[in-house]
T-cell receptor, first 113, second 115 residues
Framework: EDQVTQSPEALRLQEGESSSLNCSYT??????LFWYRQDPGKGPEFLFT???AGEEKEKERLKATLTKKESFLHITAPKPEDSATYLC??????????????FGPGTSLSVIP | NAGVTQTPKFQVLKTGQSMTLQCAQD?????MSWYRQDPGMGLRLIHY???????DQGEVPNGYNVSRSTTEDFPLRLLSAAPSQTSVYFC??????????????FGNGTRLTVT
């Protein structure tokens, strides 16, 4: 069964304390992996798409990496405004439409000043 | 540029009542979809549409109906509300119906409580 898990469920960091969030997936081949950010009371906001193992994408203090079984979202020197829930989603190979995308449960990140 | 607009933001229903959650997008996107988000679970697809007049079921369609008469609007109808439908509902859209080069754009959700 295709599945996406994320760890940890919640993460509390001091401002400036770098860390990583994990997204592990078990699918029959990967077409694409997405990272979204979700602020409280808001809808998810797109961050990155990764397509193949070894690929990396960066945006400000965030860097997403991809291996054959997992993806990491590295947060370097986080600020309080980085506090949010980060969602990972996976598109199995062989499907081109978003109806087959599987979302993970998310990691809730809190950055303390 | 409003993006994806959902109304209402909050709603309380009694068991057995019906209602419609509204979703509108102003980006001329062909693909629209409805998700529900429950604690500890990933977003789950309810229904989706690849264009006006075309709809299909997602992972959890029971108890919900949709229609797509225009490109802009994609309402979600709860036929007879049940406590199990207490959730946060998100509407999303994207420019393409195939391929992943265009990301999903989400609305800000409707928080529904069924008592």
């Amino acid at each position: 069964e295709d599945q996406v898990t994320q760890s940890p469920e919640a993460l509390r960091l001091q401002e400036g304390e770098s860390s990583s969030l994990n997204c592990s997936y078990t699918v029959s081949g990967l077409r694409g992996l997405f990272w979204y950010r979700q602020d409280p009371g808001k809808g998810p906001e797109f961050l990155f798409t990764l397509y193949s193992a070894g690929e990396e994408k960066e945006k400000e203090r965030l860097k997403a990496t991809l291996t054959k079984k997992e993806s990491f979202l590295h947060i370097t020197a986080p600020k309080p405004e980085d506090s949010a829930t980060y969602l990972c989603a996976v598109q199995p190979r062989g499907w081109k439409t978003y109806d087959k995308v599987i979302f993970g449960p998310g990691t809730s990140l809190s950055v303390i000043p | 540029n409003a993006g994806v607009t959902q109304t209402p933001k909050f709603q309380v229903l009694k068991t057995g009542q019906s209602m419609t959650l509204q979703c509108a997008q102003d980006m001329n996107h062909e693909y629209m979809s409805w998700y529900r988000q429950d604690p500890g679970m990933g977003l789950r697809l309810i229904h989706y549409s690849v264009g006006a007049g075309i709809t299909d079921q997602g992972e959890v369609p029971n108890g919900y109906n949709v229609s797509r008469s225009t490109t802009e609007d994609f309402p979600l109808r709860l036929l007879s509300a049940a406590p199990s439908q207490t959730s946060v509902y998100f509407c999303a859209s994207t420019a393409e119906t195939g391929g992943l080069r265009s990301p999903l754009h989400f609305g800000n959700g409707t928080r529904l409580t069924v008592t």
